[in-house]
């Protein structure tokens, strides 16, 4: 009476899987006839008949080229609703962009109401980046970010006074500041839409900063100066082809000044306050191309 049960029972669960099976082929190439029982962001969950037994088996989707539900339907091969796996970024990835930013640092008090408007359009910069990207994880990885921004602004007729010899002069006085960022980081992307074209990521990084500023105040000098800064950006892209982005990016860098030199010459700022020393912090927006590979 058991057997006549058990087989009676293998013949209804064989009977409902060949009546809706689900389809499998894997990255082997191989194709699987089963029941597909759940579908997790990274796994596949199935069931398929092996030597007259039902067994449970789980698939990374990693190693899934696709599935299809209702593939075979009676024994016929019909296409019901095809479901496609969230496809990862290659291993590599590199991209560089450009654009425009604006420093985010306080103007000095005490300033002429010319002076405020040149300091003012010399908050206004010119950016470029770079980053190299190795993906650990389908959307996550490491990797490492450069960037770089320029602004350069002069005024005449402006009025100073040499600290050596307490002369006062009228003259040129102009600002050429570059910043310079390069650093580890970490980030994270992900695909977005129905087609999966669309990115959307998020990048981390710490590292080396170096700030130069030569300026004309009637002589001429040099400032230099190296810290440790941060730097945040949110990015959104559109695949143009598999291995080819374009799209926009956000970006701030945070970094402060202690120690500098002119002209070669250290100046110690040790026991400046915080809110004191020169900020090189700033915004970026830019537009920018990423290849994968």
């Known amino acids: 009476m058991k057997q006549l049960l058990y087989t009676m029972i293998f013949i209804v ?20 006839n089963c029941r597909i029982s759940k579908i997790h962001k990274s796994n596949v969950y199935f069931s398929r008949i092996t030597n007259r037994e039902i067994k449970d088996s789980v698939l990374p989707v990693s190693q899934i080229t696709y599935y299809q539900i209702n593939y075979f339907i009676g024994g016929n091969c019909s296409s019901s609703r095809e479901i496609k ?10 991209g560089i962009n450009g654009g425009m930013g604006n420093l985010t640092g306080k103007i000095p008090d005490g300033l002429s109401p010319q002076e405020v408007s040149y300091m003012k359009k010399l908050r206004r910069v010119y950016c470029f980046a ?11 990885g490491f990797g490492i970010k450069y960037s770089m921004m320029r602004t350069k602004k002069s ?9 050596s010899t307490g002369q006062i002069a009228t003259g040129l006085m102009q600002d050429d ?6 650093g580890p980081s970490l ?11 669309f990115l959307l990521s998020s990048r981390l990084a710490i590292g080396y900063v170096a700030f130069k500023n030569d300026v004309i105040l009637i002589e001429d000098y040099k400032r230099e100066s190296n810290t440790i800064g941060g730097s945040w950006d949110l990015g959104f892209d559109y695949l143009l082809t598999k291995n080819v982005a374009v799209g926009i990016n ?3 860098t945070i970094a402060r000044t202690r120690d500098y030199r002119v002209d070669g010459t250290a100046v110690n700022n040790m026991n400046i306050e915080f809110e ?14 990423k290849g994968y590979l």
């Open 177 to 182: 500041i570059t910043i310079q960022f390069i």
């Open 85 to 94: 796996k969230t496809e990862g970024l290659p291993s590599f990835g590199i």
């Open 250 to 252: 956000f970006s701030t």
């Open 155 to 163: 005024i005449d007729n402006e009025l100073a006074v040499n600290t």
């Open 130 to 140: 770079a980053d190299v990207n190795f993906y650990t994880y389908k959307s996550s």
């Open 13 to 32: 669960t064989g009977f409902a899987q060949a009546k809706s099976q689900d389809l499998i082929v894997t990255a082997k190439g191989d194709s699987l």
């Open 276 to 289: 004191s020393r020169e900020n090189l912090s700033r915004l970026d927006i830019a537009i920018g191309i």
């Open 187 to 197: 980030f994270e992307c992900v695909r977005l839409g129905k087609s999966q074209s």
